[in-house]
T-cell receptor
């Protein structure tokens, strides 16, 4: 099956810093999503982005499907950005299902 | 109200007990999924269902069973719970579009003692 790799596995920032999280995938995909898991365990949809660039406030994402990677940018980080960020891809043609990477644990210190 | 609702939110059960986790959705989606999350391993697919009559095993289905009672309901059962099934469980839904988006429930934190 498809492999989804995220980097870095851990990231520690000072409040106000910018960061880039990367997601590589091993095969073509129907779609790609970024999630934020908050300290209570809830998965929050950030972006669904099969290709191109999207922005939502301080967050933006870019997927280059032909090169099989996606990037999540966080600017002017805040302590509330802390948590685990997951990339997940839909693949498998008509039998598509969602495969997750192992996540990036982001800690933003005040 | 949440579009994807899981019950219970937290559960502690004993080894050997049967337990059912329930999921219901109001999004009108045909496809539903059960995932398990363990620390450091991300989310792994247990079972998925493309419609009421179609159920498929995911990568870690051993020790689990599912039932799709209706388009809106998909339950996960542990017939005889064991401690290494302690995890955070998520239900998700998506539509049939090739470029679809998945929506997740709030999660069920299960502890088997």
């Amino acid at each position: 099956g498809i492999q989804v790799e995220q980097s870095p596995p851990d990231l520690i920032l000072q409040e106000g810093a910018n960061s880039t999280l990367r997601c590589n995938f091993s095969d073509s995909v129907n779609n790609l999503q970024w999630f934020h898991q908050n300290p209570w365990g809830q998965l929050i949809n950030l972006f669904y982005i099969p290709s191109g660039t999207k922005q939502n406030g301080r967050l933006s994402a870019t997927t280059v499907a032909t090169e099989r990677y996606s990037l999540l940018y966080i600017s002017s980080s805040q302590t509330t950005d802390s948590g685990v960020y997951f990339c997940a891809v839909f693949s498998g043609g008509s039998n598509y299902k969602l495969t997750f990477g192992k996540g990036t644990l982001l800690t933003v210190n005040p | 109200d949440a579009d994807v609702t899981q019950t219970p939110r937290n559960r502690i059960t004993k080894t050997g007990k049967r337990i059912m986790l329930e999921c219901s959705q109001t999004k009108g989606h045909d496809r539903m999924y059960w995932y398990r999350q363990d620390p450091g391993l991300g989310l792994r697919l247990i079972y998925y269902s493309f419609d009421v009559k179609d159920i498929n095993k995911g990568e870690i289905s051993d020790g689990y069973s599912v039932s799709r009672q209706a388009q809106a309901k998909f339950s996960l059962s542990l017939e005889s719970a064991i401690p290494n099934q302690t995890a955070l469980y998520f239900c998700a839904t998506s539509d049939n579009s090739p470029v679809t988006e998945a929506f997740f429930g709030q999660g069920t934190r299960l502890t088997v003692v």
